[in-house]
Structures are given as C-alpha cells and as structure tokens.
C-alpha cells in the first residue's frame, strides 16, 4: 500500500511539474512579442533619426526630421502595440478571416466581400492628394519596419494571439489604411438595420400610428406618412422569423449599437477662464485593447495629440496648440436599401429604368481553414452590391423574384475621406478646419470644433441626393427600377448643417436631431438620442460660464433624464396603494421596490439598487405592450424605446390601446400592465441576483465588458484578457453605457465612451484625456489595462504638448535610426 501512494505522489508531482513547465514554456514564447520600449532599432525607409517618447501613461510623442519620418514611427509604435488588432481589423476588411478561423466567420467574409470595401479602399488610394499618399506610404513603411524587426531577431510573432492562430502577415500598404476607414464607416451605420426593420413593421402593423408609437420620429415636425410596405410589395408573409445570429466577429453592430458620441463646445463669454473649452467622448463597442490608441506627434504645422485607430494614421479626436477638434455620429440618412427585380427569363439581369441590365458579376474564392473552399459570386446593380437574403433579415422584406441591393456613400472608389481627416488635423482654426472636411466622404460625423477665439459644428460627409418623388423617403426598402428612388449624386457640401459661433456661445451634439429641414432636404429621420440632449441642455445652462471641470462633470454625468419621465407617468396609480403587506410574498416586494423608486432622483450610480429595479422594470414593461403585437419581432427591440412608453401612458393618437392583450377577453389597463411588469422584473431579479432588494447595486448588472473579440470566450484564457468592471450610468444617460440588451446578461454595459477628452484653450497643457483600457494589446503588459480603471472611476491623464513633461518619468525611449 505504502508503494501504491509513493507512486500516486510521484504520478501527481510529475503532472505538477508538466504543468508548471508547460506555463513556464506559454509565458516565455508569449513574453518574447513583449515591446522594449527602451532600445535602439536600424530600420529601413527613415530619412533620419525617429525618437519615440513613451511617457508614464504609455502615450508616444514622436519626433522626426519631417512629417514622413513621424509617421513612420506612430507606424512603428502602433505594430509594436496593437500588432494582432490591426491584422485582424485589416482581415475582416479583406474578407479574409476564415483563413485563420474557419467556417466560424465565413458569414463575415461573405459580407466584406460582397461590399468589395478593400478593392474600393485600393482605387481610392489614387484618388488622394500627393500628401496624404505621402504619409500613407511612410506610416506603412513603420508598420513593415516593425514586422521585418519581428522576423529578424524572432520576437515571438509579434503578439501572443499569434501561436494560437498562426497566419502570415502581409506587409501594410496605404490601402489597408483606407480600408480601415471604411471598416469604421460600417461598425458607425444603422440605417440598413432600420429600414428592414421599418418594413417589418410595416408588415405586422396596418395602422401607421401604431407604427408611429413603436418607431417614433424624434420630436419636432412630422412627415407625410408613408406608403405601406405591403402595398409596395404584395405578397410578402405578415410573419417572419428572425435570422440565425450572423456569428464570431461580425463586422456590424446589432441595431441600437451603432454609432454614438458627446461633444460640446463652450466660446469665450461662456467660458470662466476667458478662452474656449471642447470636450469629445467618441462611442463605439467595447473590446480589449479598446480600439482607441493615445498619441502625440510633432508635425511640421506643429504637435497634435489625441485618439488614433491603430491602422489609421490619423489623430480623429484631439488637439494641436491652436484648434481642437471632436467627433459625434450624425445618424445622417447615408445608406438606402433597393429592391431589385430580376428578369424572369434570364436571372442574370434585373429591371432598370432603361429596361433590363446585366449584373456586374465576378467570382470571389474564400479560403476556408480546414475546409473546402467556396466560391462567391459578387454581383452589384446601378445600384450597389447584393446581399443575400440570409443577412440582416432582408428574405424577410423580399419578395419572390427580386434581390436587394445596397445604396452607401462608404461605397465610393474615390474616397478621400482619410485626406480630408489629415487636412484637419493639421488646420490651425475653425475656417480652416471646415474648408478642410469637405472631402470628407463616410462615415458621416458631426465635427465638433475649438480654437482660441471662437467654436463651431459642422456636419461632413456625403449626403446623398434623393428626388421629391422617392416612394419610400429612403425609410424603407425601395423599388429599384424606378427612376424616382434612385440617388442622383450628392448634395453640395455646402449644404450640409453648420452653426458657427452661436450668440448663447454654447454648441453641443450627443447624435440628437440637430435640424428639421423637409425631405429630401432632410439629414435623417432616424438620430441616435431623443434623450440625453434634455439632460446636457439643462447642465449647460445652469450656469453662466463654465470650466474644463464643469465639461468633464457633464461627461460623467451618471442621471437618466427618462427615469425621472417614466417613472411618475408608469407608476402614477400604483405608489402607496393597498395595504401591508407580509414579508416574502409579491406584493411586498413591490412595495419595497416602489418604495425605493419613489425616492430615487434618476442617477443610474453603480452602488445603487434602483438603477436595476427600474431598468428590469421598463424592459419587462416593454415586452408585455409589444410582444402580442409584434411576435417573434419584439425580439428586435432589445432596448427601451422611452418615446414609445410615454406615448403609451399618455395614450398619444390612442396609443394606450398597447396595453390591452389582444389574446384575452379582458379588456387590461395600462396601470395593471406595468403592476404586471414589476411583478415579472422582481422575479427576474430574484432569481439572478437575490430577493434583498435594498442590497442589490447596478454595476454588479450593468458591467463593462472590454472582453477580447477572439480569446473572450476561452476558458481560463477568458480570465487573462478580458477586463470586466461595475460601471454607474445607462443608456440614456450623459455618461452613456449602452446596455447589450441580449439575454443572460442584458444589462452588460457593452458599447460607450472608449476615449473621452477635455481640452482647454486658455491653457491648453492643463487639457485631459483617456481610454478606457490600456495602449498596449499584449495582455502580459502592465499596459494592458492600466487606464482601465481611471477610466471607471472617471479619472484622465494630462493631454500636454510639453517635451520635458513627457520625458519626466518616461516608461521608455525608443530611437529608431536609419539602417546604413
């Protein structure tokens, strides 16, 4: 016996060891792509000496003889930082990830390379001016500098993702860049989403007002009504399932989670310093590392400092010594989806204004790892491409015989945008920054602009121009054929909404609507907040003059506007009726609940129960009104629609007819539906998260999720790269944190501010920035998340332009000189 344990002692300390060898082997390998920030590096394609200073915060201010060479090196320090995220962003351009992954993404390169966004990007190279190409080609040579010097002296691929999925690495070329751009302008765009869903709708619902209550328009004068989506196409089913989710890195954000973003602007006499005050907190999805990358540089018109994408040489949000410059989502109406019909006797034609046209056809081969390839046939219209009805639930809006093609200004060959954004970022005032965005092509964006003397806002990109006659006002899919749906080229940029040094001397955007022009005069009819703007509107004008810290107050600001709406109007009949209650039953929970509400003044706080109780609330609240209605599509509205409630319980045009069941005999009032509702979100919470009501906190639901796009799910590994965090604010609040709406965890905090910004021009060194994980991608760095939470707790570092600031206590100097 005793040899039998000897043995079993011997078996374990041997697997103990394998073990321990085994992680000792991962980490060195893995350790190896860890950067050297403090090192001397012979590279080729510099004309002279790059310095890269790295201070405290990890943020590089880079040095060179002239522009090229420092470009060159944010090329350098972005491969050297965020090496896997730049070849995986450029991949899902491509349309190349199932390569690497499989099949898994094979849903993904089918849509890239229907959309034909990287051969775009590559026609659009020729279309920019020598300067930028100029840029483009040195920051490129940076990028291949640091892959050649990963090749050379074996720095374990470069990223640790890369042992996992071992894939060669292209050298970068201006096109990637470009394509990037691209890439941005899909994960920002929302109106093809919208459209199919406004068909949908349409379907179910015959009475246009209760389309009106379920999809309303932003507050302000209404339009004609629209045709209904059956007349235009008879035939199509009133029901349709929801298509299968798209899968593992789908390049497109789930309707509600498109493109968003703060920015305001103080002039002068609104400003307690004397000098104007910017602050930008751009809003996309979450991921570890977060997509934005700190940098500064020193150019020859001076230093700029702010956000960069990695693989875009371009500071998008930021400032130089003289203007600063932010960025919101303008929700401009820039995509139209177009029913084409095709000729019945010969399937490779459809139905023009001219008669009957060939599709533009081409075969496209995916390369499937561990897997036969497959062959797609691109085919695109007069139009824009086609998609295949398996994507975006468009069979569901199809009718037999016809395919549905894709209008989008992103889609240009001669896209210059990327120009347009360097242009600014090297203008020096206002004028001069909005002369400079009118190449600007996509994606649309409000920019938000500083410098020492005045403020302004100007909206850019292309607008399409759209006929008087257009069937559909570009809200729901269009019949292609028809002349009077067609784009007719874009608008004038001119044309475009600009407000300039406003008397109140206050500008300000969270992707509100901005102006109420008639179609097709209009921006959109769809913007991306009815709500926060109440909020900013009532912060900035309760006080006269305001300071950098009164605009980062505003960007934190953690008060929902549509709690303090709802909740009396939703609770008006139920707060402090009946009796006493004992402990454990229903009712008593409700009276907790409504107890605690009744005394809450709105702030989504991560410390708090209320925020909870009210969110399961509403979302429980919205489902019972909608989902007799709607079917299988209530699923689609996976966030609270405030209008649509209040429209409800203030039975706008009838609205209240919502609450009555129509499966039932009763006749259900809107006070018994949200007693109902409570009752369902109470025991929701009780099963999740316990029955102490008063214990409860919202960031234990309402959790940031930075998690890695590839590794996030992965055991164990899963604990290594994600970067998970309670998080205070909500989906209506300044300090947005859009909630997933997916269940099990439909309050995970998933899409919000990932950089944030305060720059003050009285005295620009004392201006502040942040992201909200760490510069560094490589998940054995200290920089991987060091900014993670500063960031939660609303903390930024110093945004100074100051040399001798950034070498004090520096984390690094890189030199990188030219190789003889």
């Not at 209320?610 to 609240?621: C, D, G, T």
């Not at 994980?773 to 760095?781: A, E, K, N, Y």
Request: hydrophobic fraction near 40%; glycine fraction near 8%.
């Amino acid at each position: 016996m005793a040899l039998v344990f000897r043995w079993l002692i011997r078996i374990a300390a041997g697997l103990i060891g394998l073990v321990v060898l085994a992680v000792l082997g991962v980490y060195y390998f893995a350790s190896q792509s860890l950067p050297d920030y403090d090192a001397t590096v012979e590279v080729r394609g510099l004309s002279a000496p790059v310095e890269i200073v790295r201070d405290n915060a990890n943020v590089p201010h880079i040095f060179g003889a002239g522009d090229a060479d420092v470009y060159f090196g944010l090329g350098y320090a972005h491969a050297e930082d965020r090496l896997w995220q730049m070849t995986m962003l450029r991949r899902t351009a491509q349309g190349r990830l199932s390569e690497v992954f499989g099949a898994r993404t094979l849903n993904v390169d089918s849509l890239m390379r229907r959309l034909d966004i990287y051969r775009l990007a590559m026609r659009s190279v020729e279309a920019l001016d020598p300067e930028t190409r100029a840029a483009l080609e040195a920051y490129s040579a940076g990028v291949n500098a640091r892959l050649n010097e990963i090749n050379e002296n074996a720095l374990g691929r470069g990223a640790p993702e890369m042992f996992l999925f071992n894939a060669p690495v292209a050298p970068w070329q201006p096109g990637d860049s470009v394509a990037l751009v691209k890439l941005m302008a899909l994960q920002l765009s929302g109106h093809l989403q919208n459209e199919v869903l406004r068909a949908r709708v349409s379907l179910m619902l015959p009475d246009p007002k209760r389309i009106a209550d379920i999809l309303p328009d932003a507050p302000g004068t209404g339009i004609a009504a629209l045709p209904e989506y059956a007349q235009l196409f008879p035939g199509l089913p009133r029901y349709a399932e929801n298509s299968a989710p798209p899968g593992m890195l789908w390049p497109v954000p789930p309707r509600g989670l498109a493109g968003a973003s703060n920015a305001w602007a103080a002039a002068p006499n609104r400003s307690a310093s004397g000098g104007t005050l910017l602050a930008s907190d751009p809003h996309m999805g979450f991921t570890a590392p977060s997509v934005w990358y700190l940098a500064r540089l020193e150019l020859a018109t001076g230093g700029v400092i702010g956000g960069t994408i990695p693989g875009i040489p371009v500071v998008l949000s930021g400032r130089s010594a003289r203007l600063g410059w932010g960025i919101t989502s303008s929700y401009l109406d820039d995509q139209d989806l177009f029913v084409e019909k095709l000729n019945p006797n010969n399937p490779e034609q459809y139905l023009t204004p001219q008669g009957y046209k060939d599709f533009i056809s081409r075969p496209s081969i995916i390369e499937i790892k561990d897997a036969t390839p497959v062959t797609l046939t691109l085919r695109w219209t007069e139009n824009g491409p086609v998609l295949p009805g398996s994507q975006f639930d468009l069979e569901a809006v199809t009718p037999p015989g016809h395919v549905m093609a894709l209008a989008w200004t992103a889609l240009s060959p001669n896209d210059t945008s990327l120009a347009a954004a360097m242009k600014v970022m090297r203008a020096t005032t206002v004028q001069e920054a909005i002369a400079a965005a009118e190449g600007y092509i996509a994606p649309s964006q409000n920019l938000m602009l500083a410098d020492a003397t005045g403020i302004a806002m100007k909206t850019i990109g292309a607008v399409p121009r759209r006929d008087p006659r257009h069937q559909s006002q570009g809200r729901m899919p269009s019949q292609g054929w028809r002349a009077e749906n067609r784009w007719m080229g874009r608008m004038p940029y001119a044309s475009n909404p600009e407000f300039v040094n406003p008397r109140g001397g206050i500008l300000g955007n969270t992707n509100n609507k901005i102006l109420e022009r008639p179609f097709p005069n209009h921006i959109s009819f769809t913007w991306g907040d009815t709500q926060r703007i109440n909020r900013w509107q009532r912060l900035m004008q309760s006080r006269q003059v305001h300071t950098r810290d009164s605009l980062i107050e505003a960007q934190l600001d953690p008060v929902s506007p549509t709690a303090r709406t709802l909740l009396p109007l939703v609770g008006a009949d139920l707060w402090f009726t009946g009796q006493a209650a004992p402990d454990g039953t229903p009712e008593r929970q409700r009276q907790i609940a409504l107890a605690l509400l009744a005394d809450w003044n709105g702030e989504m706080n991560e410390h708090l129960p209320e925020p909870l109780i009210y969110a399961a609330w509403m979302r429980a609240l919205q489902d019972r009104l909608i989902r007799d209605e709607l079917g299988p599509l209530a699923g689609e509205f996976k966030h609270l629609e405030p209008i649509f409630i209040e429209r409800v319980f203030k039975n706008v045009d009838g609205a209240g007819v919502w609450c009555d069941v129509i499966q039932s005999a009763p006749v259900e009032s809107c006070t018994e539906m949200a007693r109902l509702a409570l009752d369902d979100a109470l025991v929701w919470i009780g099963e999740r998260y316990g029955t102490a009501l008063e214990s409860l906190r919202w960031g234990d639901a309402h959790q940031a999720t930075h998690d890695h796009p590839v590794l996030g799910d992965v055991p164990l590994l899963k604990t290594f790269v994600n970067i998970r965090q309670s998080t205070s604010g909500g989906d209506n609040t300044l300090l947005r944190g859009r909630t997933s709406g997916e269940d099990p965890d439909p309050f995970f905090n998933v899409h919000g501010a990932g950089y944030r910004g305060v720059y003050d021009f009285t005295d620009p060194d004392s201006s502040v920035f942040i992201i909200s994980t760490g510069q560094s991608g490589h998940f054995l760095s200290r920089h991987y998340d060091d900014m993670a939470q500063l960031w939660r707790r609303g903390e930024y570092i110093p945004m100074s332009l100051d040399v001798n600031l950034a070498r004090a206590a520096a984390v690094g100097i890189t030199h990188l000189v030219p190789r003889p």
